[in-house]
Nanobody, 134 residues
Framework: QTQLVESGGGLVQAGGSLRLSCAVTGATFKKYVMAWFRRAPGKNREFVAAVEWNRGFAYYPDFVRGRFTVSRDNTKNTMTLQMNSLKAEDTAEYYC???????????????????????????WGRGTQVTVSW
């Protein structure tokens, strides 16, 4: 059974860094894109980053651009999220997601709104908590 397993969450002071990892275990599947989402208490799920599995091209929302970096390791079947300059508002449960089917970016390859929607993904991890203190 395929599983996505997140790790690396924890408590950090504002301005600090954390590195999240997502490991794909169990039965293998063709990955087209993987992503990170987050959900803070009382808020909707939010897109954090995505990376195309073959090309390594990354997508970010404006509020993390320049602070977060997503990458993937094809040989280790893992995805990481390096988070720097963390802010209190980054506190949330962070989830790893994967898509195993082809996709089309109707808004163009640079923006690709489809990949910023959680409904685009059919595999999800259970999450890892990130808490940023003042």
């Amino acid at each position: 059974q395929t599983q996505l397993v997140e790790s690396g969450g924890g408590l950090v002071q504002a301005g600090g860094s954390l590195r999240l990892s997502c490991a794909v275990t169990g039965a293998t599947f063709k990955k087209y894109v993987m992503a990170w989402f987050r959900r803070a208490p009382g808020k909707n799920r939010e897109f954090v980053a995505a990376v195309e599995w073959n090309r390594g091209f990354a997508y970010y929302p404006d509020f993390v651009r320049g602070r977060f970096t997503v990458s993937r390791d094809n040989t280790k079947n893992t995805m990481t999220l390096q988070m720097n300059s963390l802010k209190a508002e980054d506190t949330a449960e962070y989830y790893c997601a994967a898509r195993s089917t082809p996709y089309y970016c109707s808004s163009g390859p640079q923006l690709c709104l489809e990949l910023r929607d959680g409904q685009a993904y059919n595999y999800w991890g259970r999450g890892t908590q990130v808490t940023v203190s003042w």
